[in-house]
Nanobody, 120 residues
C-alpha cells in the first residue's frame, strides 16, 4: 500500500515563509503527477500547484510568484516552498500523488493534510 506523510505546516506571519514536505512510501513503481491542494474553513478544496514527472510546474493564479513546487524522485517526496505568505493562504494543505504500484495499477493517493495558519 502507498501512504503519504506531510510535514512542515504551522503558524507564520504575513510575509513569512513555510516549506511543506510530502513523502510517499509503500509498493511504488513510479510516481507521475504530484499536486498540492488546500481547503480554507467553510470553503471547497482548491488546487494550488502541480508538478509532472517531467518537472513541468503549474500554479493557481493566487500563488504564482510566491509558491514553488518541487520533487525529489529518489526520496519519493515533493515540496511546497511558500513565501510572502498572506492571511488568505490559511488552510489545510493536502498532498496528492498519482502513483503506479509495482503491480502497475495507477491510483490517486492523498495525504492526511496539514494546517497552515498565517496571522499576526
Amino acid at each position: 500500500q502507498v501512504q503519504l506523510v506531510e510535514s512542515g505546516g504551522g503558524l507564520a506571519q504575513p510575509g513569512g515563509s513555510l516549506r511543506l514536505s510530502c513523502a510517499a512510501s509503500g509498493s511504488i513503481f513510479s510516481i507521475d503527477a504530484m499536486n498540492w491542494w488546500r481547503q480554507a474553513p467553510g470553503k471547497q478544496r482548491e488546487w494550488v500547484a502541480g508538478i509532472s514527472s517531467s518537472t513541468t510546474t503549474t500554479y493557481t493564479d493566487s500563488v504564482k510568484g510566491r509558491f514553488t513546487i518541487s520533487r525529489d524522485n529518489a526520496k519519493n517526496t515533493m515540496y511546497l516552498q511558500m513565501n510572502s505568505l498572506k492571511s488568505e493562504d490559511t488552510a489545510v494543505y493536502s498532498c496528492n500523488m498519482v502513483v503506479r504500484s509495482i503491480a502497475r495499477s495507477v491510483t490517486s493517493v492523498w495525504g492526511q493534510g496539514t494546517q497552515v495558519t498565517v496571522s499576526t
